[in-house]
């Protein structure tokens, strides 16, 4: 009885452990976990703040105080940035946990309710799908940028500064699930003329149960391959609008990011700070401030790259054969 | 009356032998009947007419898929630009307003009406400059529009340069050292921002680029030449406005600088654009062709293009003449459909280079609310940039998909069929 089912299963294993580039993504992203993991064991107390040296602006970034003959680690290990003097490679282990949880935060939901409109959209039909996808037209049209530039700009001044992270979450959100509605709306709609669902329908299947049952699962894949932009548009975000804050003002002001505190580790805040470092209004050439907390990114921008193409391919129907 | 009724062949005789109780009556129908002879037969006018019309109406029966679907667009683009409008309103009436409770508000329609009224009737406002100077808000944008326009033609210009042969040949030849390079590029460099790039080209090509332009004294990037350059040559030429760098004829530094003749500085100017150009270029040919890549592999597998091979036409033939040909309104769809991205790449690299261009603006009144005295400062300005940037979005979207479908009308139903 189980030995056909046992043995599909084994064939899906092998083909997800044969699968390079979803192999790369899977491992990469797990070593993030683990180092988040790692983070919130070791950290346990002050997860949520990083030290800082004002005086840094005095007396310039030290550089990496790593050295290998002999060995020893030093206190900046990979350098300190230069705005508020952050120990970077400390900075990046703490942020992690938070990175995880906020990107996660975001694009899950963001998923979540593309995938509901979509499928409703695409599944209904007719005067649904137009108001449904009228909806998702105004929503694509105004850029996640220019929202979060709102946010901060107009909301962000009057609020106690632990709201902001949860206003940033809840924007982003609300303003970036238009074009996974679309993509996963014209799979949906291809899918619903197909024969399957109509035997669905004409063995008494309800409308619901059509929709969530049939033509939900067969739908969600081609969202896979928006992830990552949605991705290295949040890391956009959230890398400018902070330097805009910054550069314009030219002063200490009391909103520089979307994150509770100056001294909150986030990957993209300590890259601003090393960004900061090495303008050239300032040249202070910290190339140290600016290049770890940037792999850091790109590494974990990369995993999750590998890991949603590497996911849609795999999850297609064609598994085995790949196009390219 | 009968001597035009004789010219105008057999229109005139049928009203002309009525009774004369009835010719009071009567009349307006002539009339009618006339002028429907009139116009549908014989008169030059209406063959001018019918000329001018004929081919429109062939048009329209010919492609009233397109049609329709222009028209369901332009309702939806109403909408959408209402939703923006109520987005707008939400952030700056609503918000920004009960955070000061200076003024009494408006109540919620009342306000949202007059909001959207004044945006589209072009009724903007003033901006006050360091709190004296008033200036009505569209001219003040229109001083930094023309440096956005100019560097984001020519920017796409180049991205589509590079991007239109690179996708087509590694699509064509899928699995090949450019495809997979190409593959590799684009995953890479989506996790590269525009930013990071930028700082990293003015750290390593500043001193050297200075150099090389002549422009070496006092420069922070910016589009025209710098103010000690300008004090060795002559000082500020009078066609250029000293407070807002405003280029006098048409406002586009490149092309006022070629009509006054002023080559060394048009050879500067050129070297500026096109180093963020290509900034620009940089990012967003790898973001373009994530698109496009796998809408040029499908387009290459049609079977035409295997019957055409089949005939012996020529591989490379195949490949641009007809391949490249099938591949345009895709590639003009996902301008569309990438624009948005565009311009947040472009408003980085403005902010960077220090470019005198509208979505710098957007960044920089962004920043300065922050500092001075709340939103209200700068309020007017934000709204009407984030309008129009939305609005230009929206058009440039709508636009390309028309165009698009208008080339490869097979596409459209396609679409109607629930394709992307």
Same mark, same amino acid.
């Given at each position: 009885m189980s030995s056909p089912s046992r043995s599909y299963l084994r064939r899906r294993v092998g083909q997800y452990l044969h699968h390079t580039e979803l192999m790369l993504g899977t491992t990469i992203l797990g070593l993030y976990v683990l180092l988040a993991l790692v983070a919130w064991i070791y950290y346990r107390g002050g997860l949520s703040s990083m030290e800082f040296h004002i005086r840094v602006m005095a007396y310039g970034p030290s550089p990496?105080?790593?050295?290998?003959? /002999?060995?020893s680690l030093g206190p900046y290990t990979l350098g300190q940035t230069g705005?508020?003097?952050?120990?970077v490679l400390e900075g990046l282990i703490k942020a992690t946990p938070w990175d995880l949880m906020l990107f996660a935060g975001i694009i899950i939901p963001t998923c979540l309710i593309g995938l509901v409109i979509g499928v409703v959209a695409g599944g209904t039909g007719s005067f649904v799908d137009d108001a449904l996808m009228t909806f998702t037209d105004v929503i694509l049209s105004v850029p996640p940028f220019v929202v979060a530039l709102l946010v901060f700009v107009v909301i962000l001044p009057g609020l106690?500064?632990?709201?902001a992270p949860l206003l940033f979450v809840a924007a982003m959100i609300l303003i970036n699930w238009a074009p996974y509605a679309r993509v996963v709306r014209a799979r949906a709609r291809t899918i619903a003329s197909k024969p399957f669902v109509e035997a669905a329908a004409a063995s008494g299947a309800g409308r619901l149960r059509i929709l969530f049952r049939h033509i939900l699962p067969n739908s969600y894949? /081609?969202?896979?391959?928006q992830v990552p932009i949605t991705l290295a548009n949040l890391i956009i975000i959230l890398t400018v609008i902070p330097y805009v804050g910054i550069e314009t003002s030219q002063q200490y002001i009391n909103?520089?990011?979307?994150? /509770? *505190?100056?001294?909150?580790?986030e990957w993209t805040w300590i890259l601003v700070n090393g960004m900061i470092g090495f303008s050239p209004i300032i040249s202070?050439? *910290?190339?140290w401030a600016y290049t770890f907390p940037f792999l850091c990114i790109f590494a974990f921008g990369l995993g999750v790259q590998l890991f949603c193409d590497g996911l849609e391919d795999y999850l297609s129907p064609q598994s085995g054969s790949r196009t390219h | 009356m009968s001597e035009s009724g004789k010219s105008r062949g057999g229109s005139e005789p049928r009203s002309e032998p009525a009774p004369a109780g009835t010719v009071r009556q009567s009349v307006p129908f002539a009339l009618a009947i006339v002028a429907i002879l009139y116009s549908h037969t014989i008169s030059p006018v209406s063959r001018f007419f019918g000329r001018l019309w004929a081919p429109v109406g062939r048009w329209v029966k010919r492609h009233h898929l397109i049609v329709v679907w222009t028209i369901r667009r332009a309702i939806n683009a109403v909408a959408q630009i209402l939703g923006i409008l109520t987005i707008l309103y939400y952030f700056f009436d609503v918000l920004a307003a009960s955070a000061s409770t200076n003024e009494t508000p408006l109540s919620v329609i009342t306000g949202w009406w007059t909001f959207v009224t004044n945006i589209l009737t072009g009724q903007w406002g003033t901006i006050s400059i360091a709190g004296v100077v008033a200036i009505p808000t569209a001219t003040y944008i229109g001083y930094y529009l023309p440096y956005s326009i100019e560097l984001a033609a020519l920017a796409l210009a180049i991205s589509l340069l590079v991007a239109y042969p690179v996708g087509l040949y590694s699509g064509w030849h899928r699995g090949r050292v450019l495809d997979s390079s190409v593959r590799g590029y684009t995953a890479v460099w989506l996790f590269f921002p525009a930013i990071i790039f930028s700082l990293i080209v003015i750290l390593f090509l500043y001193q050297p680029f200075l150099t090389y332009s002549g422009d070496n004294i006092n420069a922070i990037f910016g589009t025209l030449p710098s103010i000690g350059w300008f004090s060795l040559h002559?000082? !500020? /030429?009078?066609?250029?406005?000293?407070? !807002?760098d405003f280029t006098s004829p048409t406002g586009f530094p490149l092309i006022d600088a070629a009509w006054h003749g002023a080559w060394s500085m048009e050879w500067i100017i050129f070297l500026k654009v096109m180093i963020e150009a290509l900034c620009i270029a940089v990012s967003y040919v790898a973001l373009f062709l994530r698109y496009a890549r796998n809408a040029t592999v499908e387009a290459t597998k049609a079977e035409y293009l295997r019957a055409g091979r089949a005939r012996g036409i020529p591989n490379r033939q195949l490949l641009w003449r007809h391949a490249g040909r099938r591949v345009i309104p895709l590639y003009i769809f996902t301008i569309g459909n990438t624009f948005g991205m565009f311009i947040i790449i472009q408003s980085t690299v403005e902010l960077i280079f220090n470019t005198q261009g509208a979505l710098y603006l957007l960044l920089f009144a962004g920043g300065q609310s922050l500092i001075g005295g709340?939103?209200?400062?700068?309020q007017a300005l934000l709204i009407v940039l984030i309008f129009l940037i939305s609005v230009v979005i929206l058009v440039v979207s709508i636009v390309a998909e028309i165009v698009a479908m208008a080339l490869d009308p097979a596409w459209l139903s396609e679409k109607e069929k629930g394709g992307t």
């Open positions: 990496p105080t790593i050295s290998f003959f /002999p060995f705005l508020f003097g952050f120990n106690p500064t632990s709201q894949s /081609p969202m896979l391959s909103v520089v990011s979307f994150m /509770p *505190a100056i001294n909150f580790p202070t050439n *910290a190339w | 002559g000082g !500020y /030429p009078s066609w250029i406005d000293p407070t !807002y709340g939103i209200q400062t700068q």
